[in-house]
């Protein structure tokens, strides 16, 4: 199983300046490469609904790609000799990048979804460098990993690596506190476990919300910790520092360095939340039911900053990765109708967003969130409320009943 541990880089002030440097190169070279490819498309395309009756058509220019791109990489270290002192797979991946963000905007992704445009990269906006080699064993001394070109760094282990790892690329990242390093290792350690299907027994369903961060079927409740929220005031007046700051100035460096620190320790505190909550539910030992949400769309939204606060897409993205590596799965579902449809009888109980007790006429009681946790369990597992209404005619009363023979009609 590929997986990844970040850690945490103790450097001298030699290697700092060093990668700062390649930092630097490698956005030079990002953004050369870029424009090259934003000069052919320029050149050679051509807009079928606008295209003159009678024109020039010049000699078309081959398209520049991966592979031209990579072999153009000789020219580049003749014309400027610093880029010598970068290994050679590195800038290569640089292209990498290049061509996959390119491709994107201009084919799409698998799903055929497009991006948008490429933007250049400023300064200070290319934090990290990959080595796509991978690392062999005697490379790794305990604390100390030695990279091609750099030589030996020192690592803060604040957990050991697994034992029968390989390690298959390794990338150097430049956040605002310090860098750090992460090892994306085929630990053969973690066995492959398959799955079982899922069943009402062996699956749990959750609704994440914004009242509450999760609810499951079962009525426990996780509340949502607003972290940026609560950093929101402190925010407001380091960010007010900062604009008073002449632009340029070393006291508006500082300014912005405090800023970004703020913001990293609310990006840090979220993803501990994130990864504590994904163990509480996994040590259930159970799959993991959720609805399929347009993320990106709610982002947009007048619920933007509360949405973004909560940070469902990388809980969800967390959650499924451990899932993985306990041999368990997580299930998207379709959301229209869980918070409105009866988890008991089926049938559609009309209710706002405000309405947050869900009662329906087969005597059906229960917080509205946890009726829909219910409802993404029985989706989930294929299971049909309609099935079960022999057990909603045992229920007393004459009402009930009725309620449930419509149902069936």
Same mark, same amino acid.
């Given at each position: 199983?590929?997986?990844?541990?970040?850690?945490?880089?103790?450097?001298?002030?030699?290697?700092?300046?060093?990668? @700062?440097?390649?930092?630097?190169?490698?956005?030079?070279?990002?953004?050369?490469?870029?424009?090259?490819?934003?000069?052919?498309? $320029? /050149?050679? &395309?051509?807009?079928?609904?606008?295209?003159?009756?009678?024109?020039?058509?010049?000699?078309?220019?081959?398209?520049?790609?991966?592979?031209?791109?990579?072999?153009?990489?000789?020219?580049?270290?003749?014309?400027?000799? /610093?880029?010598?002192?970068?290994?050679?797979?590195?800038?290569?991946?640089?292209?990498?990048?290049? /061509?996959?963000?390119?491709?994107?905007?201009?084919?799409?992704?698998?799903? %055929?979804? &497009?991006?948008?445009?490429?933007?250049?990269?400023?300064?200070?906006?290319?934090?990290?460098?990959?080595?796509?080699?991978?690392?062999?064993?005697?490379?790794?001394?305990?604390?100390?990993?030695?990279?091609?070109?750099? %030589?030996?760094?020192?690592?803060?282990?604040? &957990?050991?690596?697994?034992?029968?790892?390989?390690?298959?690329?390794?990338?150097?990242?430049?956040?605002?506190?310090?860098?750090?390093?992460?090892?994306?290792?085929? @630990?053969?350690?973690?066995?492959?476990?398959?799955? @079982?299907?899922?069943?009402?027994?062996?699956?749990?369903?959750?609704?994440?919300?914004?009242?509450?961060?999760?609810?499951?079927?079962? %009525?426990?409740?996780?509340?949502?910790?607003?972290?940026?929220?609560?950093?929101?005031?402190?925010?407001?007046?380091?960010?007010?520092?900062?604009?008073?700051?002449?632009?340029?100035?070393?006291?508006?460096?500082?300014?912005?360095?405090?800023?970004?620190?703020?913001?990293?320790?609310?990006?840090?505190?979220?993803?501990?939340?994130?990864?504590?909550?994904?163990?509480?539910?996994?040590?259930?030992?159970?799959? *993991?039911?959720?609805?399929?949400?347009?993320?990106?769309?709610?982002?947009?939204?007048?619920?933007?900053?509360?949405?973004?606060?909560? %940070?469902?897409?990388?809980?969800?993205?967390?959650?499924?990765?451990?899932?993985?590596?306990?041999?368990?799965?997580?299930?998207?579902?379709?959301?229209?109708?869980?918070?409105?449809?009866?988890?008991?009888?089926?049938?559609?109980?009309?209710?706002?967003?405000?309405?947050?007790?869900?009662?329906?006429?087969?005597?059906?009681?229960?917080?509205?969130?946890?009726?829909?946790?219910?409802?993404?369990?029985?989706?989930?597992?294929?299971?049909? *409320?309609?099935?079960?209404?022999?057990?909603?005619? /045992?229920?007393?009363?004459?009402?009930? $009943?009725?309620?449930?023979?419509?149902?069936?009609?």
């Amino acid at each position: 199983m590929r997986t990844a541990h970040q850690y945490r880089l103790r450097l001298t002030k030699l290697q700092q300046a060093t990668i @700062d440097q390649w930092l630097q190169l490698a956005r030079r070279q990002y953004n050369y490469r870029l424009a090259e490819r934003f000069n052919w498309y $320029e /050149e050679n &395309r051509c807009d079928i609904n606008a295209c003159p009756l009678i024109c020039h058509l010049p000699k078309l220019k081959d398209r520049p790609d991966f592979y031209s791109q990579k072999r153009d990489l000789v020219n580049s270290k003749k014309l400027f000799p /610093e880029y010598k002192n970068l290994p050679s797979h590195t800038l290569q991946d640089v292209i990498a990048r290049v /061509e996959k963000t390119f491709d994107r905007w201009i084919k799409g992704d698998g799903n %055929g979804k &497009r991006s948008g445009k490429p933007r250049f990269k400023g300064l200070g906006r290319f934090r990290s460098i990959a080595f796509p080699d991978p690392i062999k064993p005697e490379h790794l001394m305990g604390r100390f990993i030695q990279l091609p070109k750099i %030589g030996k760094l020192k690592m803060i282990l604040h &957990r050991p690596l697994p034992d029968g790892f390989k390690i298959k690329t390794t990338a150097i990242t430049k956040k605002v506190d310090s860098y750090y390093i992460t090892l994306s290792l085929q @630990d053969s350690s973690v066995p492959l476990i398959t799955p @079982d299907s899922p069943t009402m027994e062996n699956t749990i369903g959750i609704d994440v919300g914004l009242k509450l961060f999760l609810v499951d079927d079962a %009525g426990g409740e996780i509340a949502i910790p607003q972290h940026y929220r609560k950093s929101e005031q402190r925010l407001k007046r380091l960010q007010r520092s900062l604009s008073r700051k002449k632009k340029g100035s070393i006291r508006r460096q500082k300014a912005i360095k405090r800023v970004a620190k703020a913001h990293l320790k609310v990006n840090n505190q979220r993803k501990d939340f994130h990864y504590k909550t994904a163990n509480l539910l996994l040590q259930q030992g159970k799959n *993991v039911a959720h609805e399929k949400l347009n993320i990106k769309g709610l982002a947009k939204s007048g619920l933007a900053k509360s949405v973004n606060d909560a %940070g469902w897409g990388q809980f969800l993205q967390i959650l499924s990765i451990k899932a993985e590596r306990a041999g368990l799965l997580t299930i998207g579902v379709n959301p229209n109708g869980t918070s409105q449809e009866c988890s008991h009888c089926g049938q559609k109980v009309k209710k706002d967003l405000s309405v947050r007790w869900h009662s329906c006429s087969c005597g059906c009681e229960l917080d509205r969130d946890q009726n829909a946790a219910k409802n993404i369990k029985y989706r989930a597992v294929g299971h049909s *409320v309609l099935n079960s209404l022999g057990n909603v005619l /045992e229920l007393s009363g004459s009402h009930q $009943e009725a309620s449930a023979l419509s149902v069936l009609r």
